[in-house]
């Protein structure tokens, strides 16, 4: 009896063993199934990720092409054509460059007259009342003049490219809508060595203009985005 209920004694560490042994075995085999699946898991978001921003760019650039095709269509029904924008807006660029470039009040009077008649500008113009009016000055005994542009230290020159968007277009005769930004500075800059920055202030300016199949300009008119008048002073 004594033999006989040693020898199951003797087995059980090794039956405690064998099922340690199958336990980590079937562990191995989980985690490993497990590893394989979230390998593959991954490996397909990865794919759909790379396929949606796939969609995402054609459909981008689908959209691109029918902006693009619908403002052709647009310009074609109005008669515009792009080598005509382009010269037009050149002649604009110029004649804003010319209206906002100047440093002193006798550069701001020779801007004015150059308008007047390069542009073909009267006195009565909405422009030259709105934007550009006559500058106060001093006149002393000997007719020298001392301009209030220069006694404050103003300047003004025209800042980023402007946005020009031609509105009608009849019989060779286009009207655009400009948008441009202008930048008054003071002579704080060079004289109390201030920041650019601190001195600058933009202004955006929206304006209407018609230039004819010869170029001519006509019909300037406009105000700044704020709805103020912008005076001289």
Known sequence: MTEQSAAPTRRGPF???????VTAAVLAVVATVAGVTWSS???????QEGRADDIKGRLAAIQKRNAEQVNADMMAVLGVTQNRLSTDGERIKSLLSMAFTWDSGQSYQAARESLKSRF?????????KSFMPPSRFNED?????????????LNSALGADPDIEVTDAKAGVYTYAIL???????????????SK???????????FVTVDAQGEVSGLSGVPASGE???SG
């Open 15 to 21: 039956r405690s063993n064998l099922w340690v042994l």
């Open 41 to 47: 898991q991954h490996a397909a978001l990865v794919e």
């Open 120 to 128: 073909g500008l009267t006195e009565n113009e909405t422009f030259l």
């Open 141 to 153: 005994s000997l007719g020298r003049r001392y301009y209030y542009i220069d006694t404050v230290g």
């Open 180 to 194: 441009a930004d202008v930048e008054a500075t003071s002579d704080a800059v060079s004289q109390n060595k201030a």
């Open 197 to 207: 920055a601190s001195v600058t202030a933009h202004r955006r300016a929206l304006l």
């Open 229 to 231: 008048t912008r005076h």
